[in-house]
Structures are given as C-alpha cells and as structure tokens.
C-alpha cells in the first residue's frame, strides 16, 4: 500500500474515535447490568466494550504529551473520578457484590485513567530508576482496586514506549491484546472444553484488535474542526451520567 493511499484511509479524527469508544462501552455496560452472563449477546456486548480500555489509554497518553497543563488535566481527571464514584457502584453493586442498592465495589474507569495517568508522571520525573520501577509497580496494585485493573497501565505503559512509531503501536496492541486474551483462557476438561476456552480467550481480545486497527490505519492525528469544546466535556460528563441512569433503571427494575 503506498503512503498516499495510507494518508486516504485515516478517516477518523480523535474525537470520532472517542465517541465510537463511548458507544462500545455502553454496550459493555448494559451487558454487565442487565443481561445473563454466559448468554451469546453478553458475550458478544462485553467484547465489543473492550474497544474502549485500549482507545482511551491511547489518548491519554497522546494528551498527556499535547496538554497546555498537566496539572488541570490531572485535576479534571481527579475530579471526575470523584463525580463518577457514586453513578458507579450504583450501577455495578449488584454485579460485582451481589448487593441489590448499593455498595462500594471498587473505583471506576475515570479513577484508573488518573492511576494511569500518575504512572506517565512518575515514567517522566521520577529520575532514579529503582524509585520509579517501586511507584509503577505501586499504582499497578493500586489499579486491582479499580476497573481496568492491571490492562489499562499495561497498555498506557506500552503507548507510552510506543510514542509515535507505527511499528511499536502495533506491537503495543498486539501485545496487550495476547495477554487479555491470556487472562480469559479459562480451560475446562477434556478436548471440548480446551477448544472452547481457547476460542473465547480469542475473541475477548477481538475488540483490543480492532481498537489497534482503527488507531494505526485509520486515526489521522486530528480532532473535529467543530465542537471541539461540547467534545471535550462530553467524554467527561457521558460516563458518570450514562452510567447514574443504568444504575436507576436497575434499581427500579428489582
């Protein structure tokens, strides 16, 4: 493929990608909520949220290294971690602790996006090597208290070293995309059960694949010409809002 066919497949610009991110996410959600796992369309809902972990992790990296202030986007980001707290374990309580109202089951997406970005903080300024292995290693931990344990910093570590090259992007999703396909094989007995295991640990990375995809063919490194400023505090707002009315839908549905 020549470079200017290449240039004429990135349609997407950040914002685009962001709000297709939010949509997958919402699917996940609503499977998580209110659909019986181990069912075709729970399966086939919560692996297509996976686009959102990777895409999300991606541009915050990328936003960390354009931000005018790196102070208020750590703040905004605390600040919505804060917001989203409550809509949170009021949507996910019954899920994750078997809890009909409401109970603390962790720290939500917004929070593990601030871990990570304290990991990229610390990657940057932390200037002997053993302090900043012992820092990344605890916010690590600290994420297993949160959604996207453990795969949101892998994968803002490897954007990270990634940078700008192709190659390395590409290996950072193929990488990621390996290892959460790991984490879900899940082998049972017997041939049957292996075959299984190993086709769903296949197709859990599906969405992390296509978030590879869509960022290395067709991102072209822009944002929207317009509404740049409704974008911005939409991605913001949508996640404490959306996931606020799932969790009174559920309630009102017990």
Same mark, same amino acid.
């Given at each position: 493929?020549?470079?200017?066919?290449?240039?004429?497949?990135?349609?997407?610009?950040?914002?685009?990608?962001?709000?297709?991110?939010? $949509?997958?996410?919402?699917?996940?959600?609503?499977?998580?909520?209110?659909?019986?796992?181990?069912?075709?369309?729970?399966?086939?809902?919560?692996?297509?949220?996976? $686009?959102?972990?990777?895409?999300?992790?991606?541009?915050?990296?990328?936003?960390?290294?354009?931000?005018?202030?790196?102070?208020?986007?750590?703040?905004?980001?605390?600040?919505?971690?804060?917001?989203?707290?409550?809509?949170?374990?009021?949507?996910?309580?019954?899920? @994750?602790?078997?809890?009909?109202?409401?109970?603390?089951?962790?720290?939500?997406?917004?929070?593990?996006?601030?871990?990570?970005?304290?990991?990229?903080?610390?990657?940057?300024?932390?200037?002997?090597?053993?302090?900043?292995?012992?820092?990344?290693?605890?916010?690590?931990?600290?994420?297993?208290?949160?959604?996207?344990?453990?795969?949101?910093?892998?994968?803002?570590?490897?954007?990270?070293?990634?940078?700008?090259?192709?190659?390395?992007?590409?290996?950072? @999703?193929?990488?990621?995309?390996?290892?959460?396909?790991?984490?879900?094989?899940?082998?049972?007995?017997?041939?049957?059960?292996?075959?299984?295991?190993?086709?769903?640990?296949?197709?859990?990375?599906?969405?992390?694949?296509?978030?590879?995809?869509?960022?290395?063919?067709?991102?072209?490194?822009?944002?929207?010409?317009?509404?740049?400023? $409704?974008?911005?505090?939409?991605? @913001?707002?949508? @996640?404490?809002?959306?996931?606020?009315?799932?969790?009174?839908?559920?309630?009102?549905?017990?």
């Amino acid at each position: 493929m020549t470079a200017q066919c290449a240039d004429d497949l990135k349609l997407l610009n950040r914002d685009a990608i962001k709000y297709i991110a939010m $949509f997958t996410m919402f699917l996940n959600h609503v499977a998580n909520i209110f659909l019986e796992p181990g069912t075709m369309l729970f399966t086939v809902l919560v692996d297509i949220g996976y $686009f959102t972990a990777p895409v999300m992790c991606y541009f915050l990296v990328e936003g960390y290294h354009y931000t005018r202030s790196k102070k208020k986007y750590a703040r905004r980001l605390a600040v919505f971690a804060l917001i989203s707290e409550l809509p949170f374990c009021l949507a996910f309580s019954e899920v @994750y602790t078997g809890e009909k109202i409401i109970s603390f089951c962790g720290f939500n997406m917004i929070f593990t996006l601030f871990l990570c970005f304290c990991i990229l903080f610390v990657m940057d300024f932390a200037g002997n090597e053993l302090v900043r292995i012992f820092l990344i290693a605890g916010l690590f931990i600290l994420s297993l208290f949160s959604d996207w344990a453990l795969v949101a910093p892998l994968f803002t570590v490897l954007f990270a070293r990634a940078g700008k090259d192709k190659r390395r992007i590409r290996k950072a @999703y193929l990488t990621g995309a390996g290892l959460f396909a790991l984490m879900n094989f899940n082998p049972g007995t017997g041939l049957p059960g292996i075959m299984y295991a190993f086709v769903y640990a296949i197709l859990s990375a599906a969405g992390i694949l296509a978030a590879g995809v869509v960022i290395v063919r067709l991102y072209n490194g822009k944002r929207m010409e317009r509404g740049k400023t $409704f974008s911005k505090w939409f991605f @913001y707002w949508f @996640y404490p809002v959306h996931l606020l009315i799932l969790g009174i839908i559920r309630i009102c549905a017990l």
